[in-house]
């Protein structure tokens, strides 16, 4: 994935892999995480105009709490907080959920924020103003994820949120080489909005 965004011409990548929790994906343990950190720290040393940033998607447990201690979330460069399981609450318990994950100290970015997969999974439910609100309040990113089954924030919530001061962040989601060039999709849905 580093060659691949080199070759891309990009001078630096964030590597996010998930947490423990979601375990389809292979979700890292903290040992693992550790690994990672160390393996990164080898591979900055040997490239140079590019740098590695060690981060992680984190799961949003039902009750809003994160998948990992925050002695761990303290040690990562940016933590990327995302719902991937209960996507049947109510609207108050997702939007109370995310907002609590927002307003973690360690958190700096929503991930997909409606859940949805493109003709596949609909999106849960959630009041978006009262998310966007406690975004701006929190200073916690929005992304705009380019992943072809997602391809989300919406425009018009991406134009909100400008309107509002939230902080926007551009993401691939790539799980592989080939999705790096899913970032053409969030530079478009970000100039639409």
């Known amino acids: 994935m580093v060659e691949a ?3 891309s011409g990009w001078s630096w990548y964030f590597c996010a892999d998930h947490s423990p ?4 994906a292979n979700g890292l343990s903290v040992a693992r995480l550790n690994q ?3 393996k990164i720290s080898e591979l900055n040393k040997k490239y140079k105009n590019f740098h590695i940033f060690c981060s992680s998607e984190v799961d949003i447990l039902a009750d809003g709490k994160m998948d990992y201690p925050d002695s761990v979330l303290d040690d990562l460069v940016a933590v990327v907080a995302s719902v991937h399981s209960r996507f049947k609450q109510s ?3 997702m939007t109370n959920r995310i907002i609590k994950a927002i307003s973690h100290p360690h958190v700096d970015i929503l991930g ?3 859940g949805r997969l493109i003709q ?4 849960y439910d959630i009041n978006y103003d009262k998310i966007l609100d406690a975004a701006r309040d929190h200073g916690t990113a929005i992304e705009i994820n380019g992943q072809p089954d997602r391809q989300e924030l919406a425009d018009t919530y991406v134009k909100r949120a400008v309107e509002m001061g939230v902080p926007l962040v551009l993401s691939t989601d790539a799980h ?5 060039s899913n970032m053409k999709n969030a ?3 970000a100039r639409r909005g």
């Open 5 to 7: 965004a080199q070759k």
């Open 187 to 189: 530079v478009h849905i």
């Open 91 to 93: 609207e108050s318990e």
């Open 36 to 38: 990672k950190k160390k």
């Open 120 to 123: 596949r999974r609909p999106g």
């Open 112 to 114: 997909h924020i409606s």
């Open 21 to 24: 929790s979601l375990t389809i």
């Open 176 to 180: 592989a080489v080939d999705q790096l």
